[in-house]
């Protein structure tokens, strides 16, 4: 068993990651920086900065401290980073470097299960440059170039060189260097992995999900046979939408076309200072009747344009909306779950999942398992005690079915 350390810049992003390790025999647990102490005793640790729409140099100042309270407890750090390399990503990995010590960082962002690959130092995704990707045009992080090491150069002056470990020999001599390495395959990957591994505590290693549920291979056996994970049958589903990217949308209008009832909040609800109880009595209401109830904040361009006026005539600044959004939806969240039965909570955005585990007073999640590539069940541990079943997605993640399977999967388990 090696003791392990991951830090990720959004919460959906950590649980993606920590639930690769779910079904081993390591302890695994997903928490935020601010909740870290306490928490070192897991095998393997999750910690989420919140550091993807920070400044570079808070960014830089939020992981180098994290990194530095549990360096001396774990062995093994690895730096999480965004799928489509959106975030504060030359900051962060310096960080991790300047933090632990070490002088060599192993990048490998690709993910091919999610389609996600490096080719010649470029991100491709679904087979197109990362430009081009569904969800480049992120409203808060837009992705301006599939060029890795010219993202990373825009908050580093360490130097990056691109490589291919899963041809190329791998050493720790020489400077401090942030090495980027081509992957295309699975097996590109585990070569990658392999070569590395002997140094494993004298670099720092970053990627995606893909490449930590490589390592995990290696670094925590598989649990012995009949440890399944429990299944869920929700009598009352709770499911909270913050994201509002063009896939998101499409997810939400399958679901509802599927028939699952839904509520679309006004930008006075999810944005204004509208305290109205109300809304919670329409939502448990609807609960209470159907057994589940999906609350977003979009659906479509309306919806969006909406949005855009309210903020526009109000005067709001755009640079910390997704913190006040985030902040409303888990106030409303709490209030609803404090009022009626909620079995399952099902919360689609990193932003609005740390509102909601603010909210809620949330220690931390415990992963259980990935019901489907990139949807992960964990149980969320409250304070002062209790817990709470909850299914968590990247808005950015997922087939068009996502939110509908998620909903289903809570009934069928």
Known sequence: ??????????????????????????????????????????????????????????AYKTVYEAVDCVRHRFPWIYKKTDSLLRGNLGAELTAVLDSSGRKKMVFVPSYPRMRRIVKNGRLFVD??????????????????????SDIIAKQTDLTVHLTN????????????????????????????????LPYMQDIAVAGCAGFASVLKEYAAPAAAAGTAAPEIDAQSHLIICGSINERTRRQINYAVEMGLPHLVLTPEEYIGEFHSDEIIRVI?????????????TARDDKDMEKSGTYVKEHRLS???????IAKRLGEITAKVINTVNVDVLSVIGGDTLFGIMSALDGRGFIPVREI?????????????????????????FGDDDAIWHMYKSALSG
């Open 1 to 58: 068993m090696r003791r392990m350390v991951l830090i990720a810049d959004d919460l959906t992003g950590a649980l993606d990651t920590g639930v690769q390790f779910a079904g081993s025999e390591a302890s695994v647990f997903v928490t935020t920086a601010d909740r870290i102490k306490g928490e070192e005793s897991a095998d393997i640790l999750v910690v989420d900065t919140e550091s993807r729409h920070l400044p570079a140099e808070e």
């Open 127 to 148: 087979g197109v440059p990362a430009t081009h990707a569904h969800n480049a045009k992120d409203a808060l992080d837009p992705v301006a170039t599939s060029v890795i």
């Open 165 to 196: 470990l899963a041809m190329e020999d791998f050493s720790i001599s020489g400077e401090k260097e942030i090495l980027v390495s081509d992957a295309v395959t699975d097996d590109d990957m585990h070569r990658i992995a392999r070569r590395i």
């Open 284 to 296: 448990c209401g609807m609960l209470r009747e159907n057994g589940a109830v999906l609350v977003c």
């Open 318 to 324: 755009a640079d910390n909306l997704h913190i006040s």
């Open 372 to 396: 489907r590539q990139g949807t992960v069940q964990s149980v969320m541990m409250l304070r002062p005690g209790g817990s709470k079943t909850i299914l968590t997605k990247a808005g950015s």
